[in-house]
């Protein structure tokens, strides 16, 4: 291996831009190829009153260290914010705190032996020794054995068929245990819950990042995706979106496996392509609320009422304070569905219209006169769909094609995607390449 190796990275998602600072703060040449027009991908933000806020809500659990050393890495640990949030569910036209052991047990829509039940499953998680003993149950037959049919019809089915859909009975309990893993390991004392964010938001540690990449001599090319890979003599060229041809002794491809897949599917042959597409996954639909007033004091509100259309109504100004958006509140409302829904395929007017009526219903005091400003934020892959037996469908990180590699969030199971797991994943690779193991 030659210390001027070239690295091309495709997808400028933290997984990408990961990678690409530590090769680079390594010697290395790489360049980033992003077709969006700005850098951090699923977590990418935009401009709300002069500061960054995240298209789709994001905080870190307290005990995601590979975000944090990352960050300790770049020297920018004041810039971790580290809070108390309330948590809490919307059952029954009614509103309940979840922040503790103790508000799980005044849980009141369920019966006293049902909340103990639920208690069970802390306990459960914590038991798990080796997840891959749970990878032939569903999280469905996984919870009902443990809470009990009520306990989980009320509590965790609407929540998974929430974030999956039609997919709900299908999932993995390796996810779900994960999910419930990390969420108890951000917690303090009493069992209250802590989050971590990051001051000027996801996009502000992204930059750095880029900063220091261009200061290490590598590119980010913007609006510029990859459209294929030509192979020849054992070389591979990356064609771009805008006719350019890239040389590069390695590729490493950071996005979705279908994306992936679009961009191989003249280089490989179609038994490979097909494992490529054997991992569906989920959209998601984010309307994100600025208003004049706050909705409540929860930060975190997971609606378990199947005929309110949102899963979540996060008010981020709950975690961040508003003074930091000028004093605009804002909220999200989050939906995780396949892309034929027709949530999915609304114009932004049509969202807010349909969710109006629906927010009315849950806070009777609203009134729309507060909103100054809506966006809405979709993403075709934002979540992949974690099956039983996960682990045979995940493709492995080489390719038939020598010196391109694959590194996505689909591959990082048992850990379910995030950024933290994207900073981990970047970073190991990064470190593979530069060990000349890959
Ligand atoms: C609703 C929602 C909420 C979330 N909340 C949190 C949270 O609270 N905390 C947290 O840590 N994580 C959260 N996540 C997950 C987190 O955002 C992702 O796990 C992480 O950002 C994935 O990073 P990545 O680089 O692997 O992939 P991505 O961010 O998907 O990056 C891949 C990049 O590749 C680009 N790309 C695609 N095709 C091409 C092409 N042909 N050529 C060039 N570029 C291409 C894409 O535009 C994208 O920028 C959330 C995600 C969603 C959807």
């Known amino acids: 291996m030659t210390s001027n190796q070239n690295i091309a990275i495709v997808g400028a998602g933290y997984t990408g831009l990961t990678m690409a600072y530590y090769l680079s703060k390594a010697g290395k040449t790489v360049s980033v190829y992003e077709k969006a027009a700005e850098i951090g991908g699923l977590a990418g933000t935009f401009t709300v009153e002069g500061e ?3 298209k789709f809500y994001h905080h870190w659990f307290t005990n995601d260290a590979h975000i944090m050393n990352l960050i300790k890495d770049l020297g920018k640990e004041e810039n971790i914010l580290i809070r108390e949030t309330r948590t809490g569910m919307y059952y029954a036209k009614n509103f309940f705190r979840l922040s503790s052991p103790i508000d799980l047990l005044k849980f009141s829509p ?38 009990g049919k009520k306990g989980y019809e009320v509590v965790w089915e609407p929540l998974l068929t929430g974030k999956f859909g039609r997919f709900a009975d299908k999932v993995s309990a390796v996810w779900f245990w994960n999910k419930l893993k990390l969420r108890g390991g951000s917690r303090g004392e009493k069992g209250k819950e802590f989050l971590a964010y990051y001051k000027g938001g996801f996009a502000s540690l992204a930059q750095s990042m880029v900063d220091e990449i261009i200061k290490n001599g590598g590119s980010i090319h913007l609006n510029n995706g990859a459209t294929k890979i030509l ?68 930060y975190w509100l997971n609606v378990n009422d199947p005929n309110f259309p949102f899963v979540g109504i996060i008010e981020h100004t709950n975690f961040e304070p508003v003074e930091s958006y000028k004093g ?28 109006l009526p629906h927010i009315k219903r849950m806070f009777p005091k609203f009134d729309e006169s507060w909103i100054l400003d809506f966006h809405v934020w979709k993403e075709r892959y934002s979540q992949p769909v974690v099956v039983k037996h996960y682990s045979k469908l995940i493709p492995s990180q080489t390719t038939p094609l020598p010196d391109v590699l694959i590194n996505t969030m689909a591959q990082i199971y048992p850990e379910d995607r995030g950024t933290n797991y994207a900073v981990r994943e970047g970073k190991i690779m990064a470190e593979k390449i530069l060990a000349g193991q890959f």
């Open 52 to 54: 960054q806020l995240e």
């Open 110 to 147: 369920l019966p006293f032996f049902s909340r103990i039940r639920l208690g069970f499953v802390v306990l459960a998680v914590r038991m798990v020794k080796d997840w891959k003993k749970l990878e032939d149950k569903s999280a469905k037959e996984w919870l009902l054995g443990i809470c």
């Open 231 to 298: 192979t020849k003599d054992n070389k591979n060229t990356l064609v771009l979106e805008k006719g350019n041809e890239v040389n590069a002794d390695k590729l490493v491809l950071t996005c979705a496996l279908p994306q992936i897949a679009e961009i191989l599917k003249e280089s490989v042959n179609d038994e490979y392509l097909q494992s490529l597409k054997k991992i569906e996954y989920i959209g998601n639909t984010c309307l994100v609320l600025q208003l004049s007033k706050s909705l409540s004091e929860t």
């Open 328 to 355: 605009r509140h804002i909220v999200y409302l989050s939906k995780y569905l396949p892309t034929d829904e027709p949530l999915y395929n609304m114009t932004p007017k049509e969202v807010l219209d349909y969710a």
